[in-house]
């Protein structure tokens, strides 16, 4: 996509190829257990997850998926997990964005397996960081017995997802919940701890299902007298509507969704102006895939901001990090970006006879450019705007110079900038995000509201070659001890070895796999999903007051 028309852009080779691997990998993730295990949910009267989410969002309007390859490439002795068993995403619902989360029961019988209590918590985290209200789709047997041990006890683990029912409750986010099959066991507090339930005829609600009923308790009950949609809504009281299939239960749920009133917007959503269009540009022609290719950071942010302008903060100085203010789908932003340029820097007077300038390489944090981007920081906040850090990093400056010139103090002053930031931050990975450049550039530890890497990202504590390197002399140190000195085709086949595991590491995929960032998006789709990233920030009126701690200077 175009960042003004919406026509398809013709990417660069290698682009091409890699997002035509991206878009069929989507496409694998999102056929769930397959077309028997659909046809089976069919042959049930049943939707499948997808065409519940596309039958509740209003006609036309987009459906941003969240964390689509969860659990890419995990647990494959027991069959894989595709997108965690789970689809999550932002979509409109009567005019107004929701959360929505709805079990794949194609997946395991929409079992929870330790990767789809992390993606639920993390929905819901984003649900109540931005207070948008949220709906879960329910259809699940309950927690995937064999891994009961990873998923059951720990403190962001499945006990979690009711914790934070409860805290969105009482921060007043309506919360909505459709049982559209099963709902067993533990899983049952979901929808019961939502404010409004409904349930379709032929599913079920319960702690215990017959078979453990009769295992622990010698009763024996039917399904439908134990935990039908009857039985709830007519004897225990459980269910406020109860509905004959899935259609009638999206339709009540957009007809709810239709009455609650909308809250007060965020401050800096209610200084947000019309929206211009950006000029336009193939952002796959401007960013090379593998990094090699040197760019102008500030081409990037001016292709996605409207009308391309940029009000740069101290453009001469610190020039590794670029900052400034924009607006964008008519809201006002802060950039914090890497440039990625070759930068000749001048010098304080004083150094050595007749040297004035030095080469800083782009993608690399100095000491000024940490100085800055901590101050900038701090302008955005006391201007109450939302950060949008754009991060392609190779890490802080190392080095006898750098580290007389305080990099570690003043690289901590940026860390502490970030950490204490109190507007929404948002963040994008456009190329490496390596070692501390990942903490200061608001990684995924620094709480952004949203984290999005581009197909190009590599996410690692240092590249793969520097990797390799460091690993091979670590292998090859133990090795000697051992009294075994490979030669020279050893060692390459040993240094194959490592590289090419610390490169499957490095692809977003392995990131997203593990909700590292929060999904991977093209291009040239950035514009437009930054924008409806800032209308869900822009949901939630409360800012904390702004404090910092004790900054090194």
Not at 62 to 70: C, G, S, Y
Request: hydrophobic fraction near 40%.
């Amino acid at each position: 996509m175009t960042a003004t028309d919406g026509a398809p852009a013709q990417a660069q080779p290698v682009w091409q190829s890699e997002l035509e691997r991206l878009r069929a990998d989507q496409h694998k993730v999102r056929a769930g257990g397959g077309p028997k295990a659909q046809q089976r949910q069919h042959e049930k009267g049943r939707l499948t997850a997808r065409e519940r989410v596309s039958r509740l969002l209003d006609d036309g309007s987009p459906f941003d998926e969240l964390m689509t390859f969860a659990g890419w490439e995990m647990y494959q002795d027991v069959g894989g997990c595709p997108s965690g068993g789970t689809v999550a995403g932002i979509g409109t619902i009567q005019g107004r964005p929701w959360m929505i989360i709805a079990n794949d029961a194609t997946v395991k019988a929409g079992a929870f397996f330790p990767i789809t209590a992390k993606k639920v918590i993390r929905a819901q985290t984003i649900a109540l960081e931005n207070h948008l209200p949220v709906v879960y789709l329910v259809d699940s047997a309950g927690v995937y017995l064999p891994m009961q041990d990873e998923i059951f006890p720990d403190q962001d683990d499945f006990g979690r997802v009711f914790y934070l029912n409860a805290r969105m409750s009482a921060a007043g986010i309506p919360q909505i919940a459709a049982i559209m099959g099963n709902c067993v066991a533990g899983g049952a507090y979901l929808p019961v701890m939502c404010d409004t339930l409904i349930m379709t005829e032929g599913s079920g609600l319960y702690l215990a299902g017959p078979a453990l009923v009769k295992a622990a308790i010698g009763q024996i009950v039917e399904s439908e007298e134990l935990g039908g949609a009857s039985m709830h809504a007519a004897i225990a009281g459980t269910v406020d509507y109860k509905e004959k299939d899935d259609e009638a239960a999206i339709a009540r749920i957009r007809a709810l969704a239709d009455l609650y009133a909308q809250g007060e917007l965020a401050p800096f959503a209610r200084r947000r102006k019309e929206t211009r269009p950006a000029p336009e540009r193939d952002l796959t022609e401007l960013v090379g895939f593998d990094g090699s290719k040197t760019y102008d950071v500030r081409d990037l942010i001016t292709s996605i901001v409207d009308g391309g302008e940029f009000n740069e903060f101290k453009p001469e100085y610190g020039e590794t990090l670029v900052c400034g203010f924009a607006r964008m789908g008519g809201y006002p932003v802060a950039f914090v970006a890497n440039q990625r340029t070759v930068i000749k820097k001048k010098l304080k007077s004083g150094g050595e006879p007749g040297l004035r300038t030095r080469i800083e390489v782009g993608g690399v944090i100095y000491g000024d450019s940490a100085d800055k981007a901590a101050r900038f920081i701090l302008d955005a906040n006391q201007a109450g705007v939302p950060l949008v850090f754009l991060s392609d990093v190779t890490g802080f400056m190392v080095g006898r110079d750098s580290e007389q010139e305080g990099i570690i103090r003043r690289g901590a002053k940026l860390v502490n900038a970030v950490s204490n930031s109190v507007v929404p931050k948002i963040t994008l990975i456009t190329g490496g995000s390596f070692g501390a450049g990942n903490y200061a550039m608001n990684g995924k530890a620094y709480g952004p509201r949203f984290i999005f890497a581009w197909p190009s990202a590599k996410y690692a504590v240092m590249s793969g070659n520097a990797a390799a390197k460091t690993l091979l002399d670590i292998q090859l140190a133990a090795l000697k001890r051992a009294g075994h000195d490979p030669d020279e085709e050893e060692l390459q086949r040993l240094y194959d070895e490592v590289k090419s595991k610390y490169d499957t590491e490095l692809d977003p995929r392995y990131a997203a796999a593990r909700l590292w960032v929060d999904e991977i998006i093209e291009p040239n789709d950035t514009r437009e999903r930054l924008i409806r990233a800032l209308e869900a920030c822009a949901q939630n009126p409360k800012q904390e007051e702004f404090k910092v701690g004790v900054f090194q200077v």
